[in-house]
């Protein structure tokens, strides 16, 4: 129709009509009425009776106002039980008739404004959950979440697994090793409000907590900034950029063929892995943002907490509702812990003595503990009956054969041989560096169904220390080497 006007004015109405593919008639036709089609169509009007018509504005719309957040299907419900008449397939049209009066009449709603990333300017950081990915380490499945670190201007990322909850410890072991990874650190650094971090601490911890954070960002010169307190999507480049790198790990888990890790260092080597391959991807843009990066320090930060404790006669200390074991040396000395995320460092004045895995309470607020074996065997042979009643002898075991064992022989033999045979057992795996060796065996006698016999695992895991033969290393005399002074080369030489 368009092109028929068109060539209407230069051509006669015959010419213009075959030009623009119609018959002479609609040539006319158009000249007498030149509306569009659509201009001519009449509204369509209703086929049926308005089923809302009645309570719609006297009933619906009050309660819209009065309570602006409540949702369309409340409000569906709440009809349908004051007007048992109304057909339950007014549900559809409720809701876009809510719709289009929410949209006319309805609050304001937040705007979120899109932001013009600056290079080296800003660094993100958040937490995010990975129980649904679904990892477990050698069969046990592992409750961790994940720190994430992402530059928006390039794309560069870094991911550190974390075993405990959302801390100052974990966000400073996990922005340290971002840093260091990209070798520079940016000019501003923003983090969710830290609210996990400080749940449960006094005023006093803080304000401690917000002093070290502070520390931190300033060793790095990078000026700390937070989002609003329940506002994530303040910090939505990287938001966003979580479910990608969970889509990333799931992938590759799937192309592995399996979410089982022989240990935490396979599995936080396999997100290492991950992580790089993203950054490859935005390699140019790395490199070409990483000259407006502030340079790095000569050193790292404290990326732990201090705390002094005192070993009991029990053995060890309890710290943060977990008590752990230590070496019965240590019983009575004050003890300097350094935590970590994933592990405590022990201290004796300047003198590092072991590295303990760290511990968490139960979800339910009980106590846990970290026992090692090794730690209190000796003692456990002199009174094997303690066994029995042990707060920690569930964690004793090093490994489910033991516990099996255990479990047998107090089927099968009075509590006192239980005990005695089961902590004769552990010390032979401790004598003899035999855990593992030992846990084996145990797994092929019970699954026998036969109790193990200490004296076949004894001469198994020969030799006996206290069998081996003494080598005696007779001490040479002083006098044998004024021989070989007086040798005739020697004395030429001297001469």
């Known amino acids: 129709m368009r092109l028929f006007m068109k060539l209407r004015q230069d051509h006669p109405i015959e010419s213009a009509a075959a030009k623009a593919g119609m018959s002479r008639s609609s040539g006319y036709r158009i000249l007498q009425d030149p509306r569009l089609p659509s201009q001519k169509a009449q509204p369509r009007g209703r086929r049926r009776p308005d089923p809302l018509e009645r309570i719609f504005d006297a009933e619906v719309v009050p309660l819209l106002q009065s309570a602006p957040g409540i949702r369309p299907v409340a409000v569906y419900e709440e009809m349908l039980r004051r007007h048992p008449e109304l057909s339950p397939s007014i549900r559809r049209t409720l809701e876009r008739r809510i719709r289009a009066w929410r949209a ?85 650094h923003r983090s969710d409000s830290l609210s996990a971090a400080f749940r449960n601490l006094d005023g006093d911890a803080r304000a401690d907590l917000t002093t070290r954070y502070e520390a931190l960002c300033a060793h790095y010169r990078m000026k700390p900034t937070r989002n609003n307190k329940g506002v994530a999507h303040e910090n939505g480049s990287i938001e966003s950029a979580h479910g990608h790198l969970k889509s990333a790990i799931r992938d590759a888990l799937l192309m592995r063929g399996s979410c089982d890790f022989d240990d935490l260092g396979s599995y936080r080597a396999f997100i290492d892995e991950i992580a790089g391959r993203r950054n490859v991807a935005h390699g140019k843009r790395i490199a070409a943002e990483r000259p407006h990066l502030q340079g790095l320090p000569p050193r790292r930060s404290t990326d732990f907490e201090e705390v002094i404790v005192t070993v009991s006669s029990t053995g060890g200390f309890t710290l943060r509702k977990v008590f752990y074991t230590v070496p019965s040396r240590l019983i009575g000395h004050r003890l300097r812990v350094r935590l970590f995320d994933d592990r405590l460092e022990v201290f004796i004045g300047g003198t590092q003595l072991l590295t303990l895995p760290r511990g968490r309470a139960q979800a339910n607020g009980k106590h846990d503990q970290v026992v090692n074996y090794h730690h209190v065997i000796h003692s456990l042979r002199k009174k094997p009956m303690a066994l029995l009643g042990l707060v920690y002898r569930d964690k004793l075991f090093p490994r489910q054969e033991y516990r099996r064992a255990f479990d047998l022989l107090c089927e099968r033999l009075s509590d006192r041989q239980a005990c005695k045979i089961t902590v004769e057992l552990l010390a032979l795996a401790h004598d003899r560096g035999c855990e593992v060796e030992l846990a084996g065996e145990l797994a092929r006698v019970l699954g026998a169904d036969t109790l193990p016999d200490l004296a076949a695992l004894r001469r198994k895991f020969a030799p006996d220390p206290a069998e081996l033969p003494v080598v005696s290393v007779r001490p040479v005399s002083l006098g044998s080497y004024e021989a070989l002074v007086r040798t005739p080369a020697m004395a030429g030489a001297r001469a």
């Open 104 to 188: 006319e009449h309805g609050e304001d709603q937040e705007v979120i404004f899109r932001q013009v990333h600056e290079p080296g300017r800003l660094g993100l950081s958040d937490f995010t959950d990975m129980g649904s990915i679904g990892v477990t380490i050698a069969g046990q499945a592992l409750d961790h979440l994940l720190y994430h670190f992402r530059l928006p201007w390039s794309g560069f990322e870094h991911a550190h697994v974390i075993l405990g909850g959302e801390s100052f410890v974990a966000l400073a072991e996990g922005l340290q090793n971002a840093l260091w990874s990209v070798g520079a650190a940016p000019h501003y």
